[in-house]
């Protein structure tokens, strides 16, 4: 279908008009666009919080005014990423974004589906939920410290709140009365695709913003002269950071999108949270708002997409593709039949959601079983302890998680401590962790000066080749060797996951066998990270195996086989069994 | 030196008593002889929570009628864990722990420094701080689940409130209506060495627990009159859950460690929160708690340590382990002295803590760049995520961080999903990750059975083994195969990080090259499970490298080279290498 976006000029003319709520209707109309050539987007929280994003960018931020790289701009986010596309569409009203990079949306060099600091005008990325006053009080307070003017602006959703996250950062805002911090809550009522009262209610919010200290306003999030009115009274309200909660409509602008109209229609479940409309409600949606736009602009001018940026977006690739080849089987609603069928066989079965029960296809589960559905909110660490609690009294929890990853290192004495802070502080290109013993070095090390990737020799031998790391298991290591009696090459190796492959390779080449010790379990490590190295070479890890034992580090260093005379003898025996191979 | 404990038969003499001050000092008195001993321990906490935990198990608990077996029993942990000592002597003074076991804490086959429920009467492990109060409420639902009788009381210190999880169990719990949950806060207002209110003040702690729906009551946590008090007051409560806040004293008992003695003593900063105590320090602690106990018992009978359990004990193994030897250089603090030296070349460094600022040694670039210390309390999410919103400012944030692990499996249809939930709830041994691909299934796979850690072949291939999984994976890896027309065999491998090595090794033997195709990063999963169970052979992992490319899914797999075509060609490629070699 032929799509059609409203161009930056006439955009202008509304602006001219000084008329905010025009704006927010044709900035929903090109986000609506966006979302359905995109093929998926979240509109519902895009829209619900449109009004106030107008009328900061309009009104209220000095970025209008300064441009996105001075250093005292305003800074805005949102903490709900999700709600982007109608971000986009403002900086594409603002001219921060040309049109068709705004027609790139979830495309390959365009416009991310969650925000990305790449793009111009976007502050801050948004993982998960719950983070974003964290960063934002991290952002206040670099402004302080670097005597920077300005403002951060962060808008949360109602539902997000349920993350503990928020809290610490509510808590810390507060204990470092960072009033140049504001929080915008999109109060809009509904989660993905249920209301907040149903998934986990909330409760007071703004009673329990000014338990933590926070200066606590709200209004009506559509309206545009209470948003001045209590903007006004935020910039009186001094030290401490500033909260408003705005009562929102998500879906709002589009009758058929807007609770409750849209939960009675959906049989109680929101359908336009996420994913573009079909092409019958994407005509009603945007005949509904094109109608309400001319009554104000009734020449309004568009330009058809197809128009627009022409050859640089064309449609999705074909070929081999996920997309290309489609069944209509599910394997997360295999899932949710799974959790079904077990039910009946497991009376103490109980199914665990953080707000995610359509996507993981567990509503059918809550029907059939609604008391042996627990729901705990966005609240993921809670919900987690909570099964292991349930567990503890008999019961099977079924739960949801995620993780993550970065460079990992660990030095072996005091020099080396320096040098890898130096490094992670200097050079390092992305986020590093240092693992550090908090006891005292049981031998003080000659540790050589290494390249990024690479150790250093601390001890000849002649047969085998061990890598170790850490002042604790170095020390074990080396008392492996003088048992070994010249026989063991111990390496200093403290880059964990990173190791440079030609550097290992010509360490190991001249041993017969090659030997990892890990300061824990034997998997994760340095050990996977020397095999991927000398790929295709048998490679021997020792480490913590199974749960640590509790003891004197003597006691528990024994136990696991880990202490120097016990390594001693491990590689001792796999030296014996070579020899005689 | 000579340690004595307080017997039995002496704990028994004070309860006929009924005298509860005089027990909780006898209490304290055997934790301070069991940490002494245990040469670590943390006595500061013990001994501000000894009253209350007295009070419970000898005036409120149905434990000592019902015993710790009895599905109807009140349950009582600790969220702060490191006070497990104080609860260890309890727990002797009832009687569940023999004396010669008390006397092994720490040790080798003893009693954990942390909580471990297969110890009896220990209902809950203790993992991060903040997630008690989650684990109180999964036991309290799970309990008027399963219509069993009991309260389940939970104990958290104060500082430990700053973590967010504790709001998540919270809002939980008063929105599942939890009455049969208490929570205790031990308010003794100091953290690990530092008040409260200096690391992150927690503001009204009352006015906080109210605003989330719960019954709060206050009292001094030390007065067993005001504990019998509130205690009749919260169960006249109702539905609602129930927060005591206990005002105490960290180090109750002992002059010296009570707060604020303790703090001006320690020039502000608390020393007696972890380790066991010099000589000194431990006869004038010992002595000024038996001076008071023979105010009430003055014929009070002690049982020298080294009589009980005569040969059971031992010191701590000597020979090669890590406390054997040990130097005077500590690398934790080389980082504190690196961060400080590295502060004057890096105006723009600033160091972040979570109340670990003397363990991580930074205490001194916190005493010499206090504008550039920032502290979050213990909030590790929020720290991280202020820390990235600082950097946004240009800021050299320095953080610290921890991780985790479990067995990850990802099925690859319906019927594969529908038997790996199977699986995990019938016959897994631990937790048990399962990752599912949200979308329709590209194609509809025969996927035979295959036993844990196994997978089988779902098309046969002459010169190459492929190792897949995954709905999206193996679609493009059968294409990869149909392309490359019988020599690719394709094995469908749902077991990341579970590979039978027997079955693995016999799977690769017929094959010269092997190659594993990941559903994220080529590290960290099956290619290296695969790497381990081939230890010695060469194996190519296919996965995304770097960040992921944002695109519809047939872009994005085209960007990385994962889609069929891609596949077909890179194999193609390693098979003409090893030909013509």
Partial sequence: MELKLIPREELERARALDDLPLLADMCRANALVAVKRAGSGHLGSSFSAMDVVVHLFYRELNTAALGFDHPDRDVYFSSKGHDVPGLYAVLHALGVLPPEQLLRLRRLGGLDGHPDVGVPGIEANSGSLGMGISKGRGIAWAKRFLGRGGRV?????????????????????????????????????????????????????????????????????????????????????????????????????????????????????????????????????????????????????????????????????????????????????????????????????????????????????????????????????????????????????????????????????????????????????????????????????????????????IHDGTDALLLAYGPVMLHEALTAAELLDGRLQVVNMPWLNRADVEWVSELAEPFGDVFVLEDHAPVGALGDSVRRALDGRAVTVFGVEGWPACGTPGEALRFHGLDGASLADRIALALRARASS
Avoid at 208 to 214: D, I, M, S, Y
Wanted: hydrophobic fraction near 45%; charged fraction near 25%.
């Fill in 153 to 457: 602006v962060v808008m949360t959703g109602d539902g997000e709140l349920q993350e503990g996250q928020n809290f610490e950062g509510l808590q810390a805002a507060a204990a470092h009365s960072l009033g140049n911090l504001w929080v915008v809550v999109d109060r809009n009522e509904l989660q993905s695709d249920k209301l907040t009262d149903e998934i986990l209610p909330l409760g007071d919010i703004e009673a329990k913003l000014r338990a933590f200290g926070w200066h606590v306003a709200t209004c009506d999030g559509h309206d545009h002269d209470e948003l001045a009115r209590v903007f006004a009274e935020l910039h009186a309200a001094g030290d401490m950071p500033k909260a408003l909660v705005a009562r929102t409509v998500k879906g709002k602008g589009v009758s058929f999108m807007e609770h409750p109209q849209a939960l009675s229609e959906g049989g109680g479940t929101y359908r336009w949270h996420a994913g573009a409309p079909d092409d019958d409600s994407f005509a009603r949606a945007h005949a509904e708002l094109l109608a309400r736009i001319r009554e104000r602009l009734p020449d309004l001018r568009l330009a058809a997409v197809d128009a627009i940026g022409e050859g640089s977006i064309g449609e999705p690739e074909s070929g081999i593709t996920t997309r290309t080849r489609v069944t209509d089987e599910y394997v997360a609603a295999a899932y949710g039949d799974a959790l079904l069928e077990l039910a009946d066989d497991h009376p103490h079965l109980v199914v665990l959601d953080a707000d995610l029960a359509s996507d993981c296809r567990i509503r059918p589960f809550e029907l059939a079983h609604p008391e042996r559905f627990h729901e705990s909110g966005i609240a993921e660490q809670d919900m987690v302890s909570a099964a292991a609690g349930m567990a503890r009294q008999g019961l099977l929890p079924v739960v949801n998680s995620f993780a993550a990853n970065m460079t990992i290192v660990q030095p072996g004495n005091a020099d080396e401590t320096r040098a890898l802070v130096r490094w992670a502080v200097d050079d390092a290109a992305g986020n590093v962790a240092i693992r550090l013993a908090i006891g005292p070095s049981p031998r003080r090390l000659e540790l050589p000066e290494a390249a990024v990737g690479r150790g250093a020799v």
